[in-house]
């Protein structure tokens, strides 16, 4: 039987609250630290879909500065028809590249049989939209269903707490509303809200929040403003030749363009932007 939880309302969290770690949460990952005073950056393809393109994203992510690279070896898609990723392949290509160029990796894990193949190569493991629920999988960066509400999403955060992770960030990515202009509706009110209740480190995905590679960028620098921790942003060196979600991934240019625009709004807002060490091989340090 699981032990009780200390709420008193079993509708209600309570180690995810702020009240449990005032101070807040750092989640160290090799060389970055999330949740701190310095804003991290993890950029990368939506897809890993050949070596070539997975390398020439980490050369210019490492290049603007950034500080992990993300990746999908593993894709959940909508239809069955569509692109579902290079699996275990795509999974070695991205731990080499991040290696190379000294970042740490960033992957979807789908389901509990594929942490075995993805321990070697992945530092933080993301646990997409689509399994929020999935409550026998969530480890590490939780990000918000497109349905779900900061309660639900807090409560989710909670499984992963009161089984012993203390490794959790939190990751908005939009939600689904009326609106069809954006792929989903980027809820910056939430971001500040779950910085207020909860102690743990909050990344914004402006990349998946709008589809659409004219709003990334605002909708990065919005989320610095508002109080985010660091974003979760899709590179394509060719988006037009993406195999996944190439209208909102920014090219090499506009991708460095974002990370000269990010420090004067931190500054506003008392924060810098991490510093990257020199490139190195990264650590591999995934959370249990």
């Not at 970055?32 to 804003?39: R, S």
């Not at 789908?110 to 530092?123: F, G, K, P, R």
């Not at 009161?162 to 202009?181: K, S």
Request: hydrophobic fraction near 45%; charged fraction near 20%; proline fraction near 7%.
């Amino acid at each position: 039987m699981r032990p009780t939880s200390p709420a008193v309302d079993p509708s209600v969290p309570a180690r995810v609250l702020r009240s449990a770690r005032p101070s807040g949460t750092r989640v160290s990952v090799g060389p970055v630290e999330i949740g701190g005073p310095a804003f991290v950056v993890a950029a990368g393809p939506c897809a890993v879909e050949s070596a070539a393109q997975t390398e020439s994203a980490a050369e210019a992510v490492a290049a603007s500065g950034a500080h992990l690279l993300r990746g999908g070896a593993y894709k959940p898609r909508t239809s069955p028809y569509a692109f579902q990723g290079l699996g275990e392949a795509g999974l070695s290509i991205l731990g080499r590249s991040g290696g190379r160029h000294g970042l740490p990796v960033v992957a979807e894990v789908l389901e509990t049989s594929q942490l075995a193949s993805m321990i070697d190569h992945v530092d933080v493991l993301q646990v997409g939209a689509r399994n929020m629920q999935n409550f026998a999988l969530l480890r590490a960066l939780l990000k918000r269903g497109f349905a779900a509400t900061v309660d639900e999403w807090l409560l989710a955060a909670e499984y992963l707490l009161d089984g012993g992770n203390t490794q959790v960030i939190l990751c908005e990515r939009g939600i689904r509303t009326f609106e069809t202009a954006t792929r989903n509706t980027l809820d910056l009110a939430s971001v500040a809200l779950v910085k207020q209740r909860s102690h743990l480190p909050v990344l914004v995905d402006p990349s998946h929040a709008t589809g659409l590679r004219e709003l990334v960028i605002p909708m990065a620098l919005a989320a610095a403003a508002a109080g985010a921790d660091g974003l979760l942003v899709e590179v394509h060196a060719r988006p037009e030749e993406a195999l996944c979600d190439g209208r909102q991934a920014l090219t090499p240019e506009l991708f460095s363009e974002l990370m000269q625009r990010l420090p004067p709004v931190l500054e506003a807002v008392g924060r810098t932007l991490h510093r990257r060490v020199a490139a190195s091989p990264a650590v591999r340090a995934v959370s249990p």
